[in-house]
């Protein structure tokens, strides 16, 4: 079924130090999984990325990991610093067609704390 | 990254009024654009798939009636909430696919008073 479960739905973590959001899809045909940044009253940002092919990517301060296998992605944030307080969104995309859908996850809610 | 341009940012009007919303792909060409619903504090929920020159696909619950979709060309979506009602107040996204990422525009918070 279409289904992204994400976790924790809250995270409070101390300046400095590391976050990790946790995703977990279910349709093996999932071959693009995307990482959204939104701030309050603005359209989600597009922070990484990662295709099917591609274990982990880093992109200075954050990085996405997939294990194919247990079907789970992660995000993680290393050195938060404040402006890094957002609400994160996961996300399951299939394929490229123009029916291709993209089924966000639930939410984190992270707050970094001076 | 892409950029997708939307506007209005904030409307307010009042009950029975219908409101249109532009959504526009600045440096890149969408065949196809996307419109969510967003409440307070939940995921991005998926109203409809805008398909240009073609009828929008709407998602199970979603009134085509009511929200309609218009993309008439490569650039440009747009989204007009008919006969608005309090219940319709809420926060609209667009999205562009370019081609397979997607980006988002930077909303509309709508108030129907």
């Known amino acids: 079924g279409e289904n992204v479960e994400q976790h924790p739905s809250t995270l409070s973590v101390q300046e400095g130090d590391s976050a990790v959001i946790k995703c977990t899809y279910s349709?093996?045909?999932?071959?693009?999984f995307p990482w959204y940044k939104q701030e309050l009253g603005k359209g989600p940002q597009l922070i990484i990325d990662i295709r099917s092919n591609v274990g982990e990517k880093k992109d200075q301060r954050i990085a996405v990991t997939l294990n194919k296998t247990a079907k789970h992605f992660s995000l993680h944030i290393t050195e938060t610093q404040p402006e890094d307080s957002a609400v994160y969104f996961c996300?399951?995309?299939?394929?490229?067609?123009?029916?291709?859908?993209?089924?966000f996850g639930s939410g984190t809610r992270l707050s970094i704390r001076p | 990254g892409a950029v997708v341009s939307q506007h209005p940012s904030r409307v307010i009007c009042k009950s029975g009024t219908s409101v249109k919303i532009e959504c526009r792909s600045l440096d890149f060409q969408a065949t196809t654009m996307f419109w969510y619903r967003q409440f307070p504090k939940q995921s991005l929920m998926l109203m409809a798939t805008?398909?240009?020159?073609?009828?929008?696909?709407?998602e199970q619950g979603v009134e085509k009636d009511k929200f309609l979709i218009n993309h008439a060309s490569l650039t440009l979506s747009t989204l007009t909430v008919t006969s608005a009602h309090p219940e319709d107040s809420s926060f609209y996204i667009c999205?562009?696919?370019?081609?397979?990422?997607?980006?988002f525009g930077s909303g509309t918070q709508l108030s129907v008073l």
């Open positions: 999205s562009a696919r370019s081609p397979e990422k997607l980006f």
């Open positions: 996300a399951d995309y299939r394929g490229y067609s123009s029916a291709s859908k993209i089924i």
């Open positions: 349709d093996s045909a999932s071959n693009y």
């Open positions: 805008s398909n240009e020159g073609s009828k929008a696909t709407y």
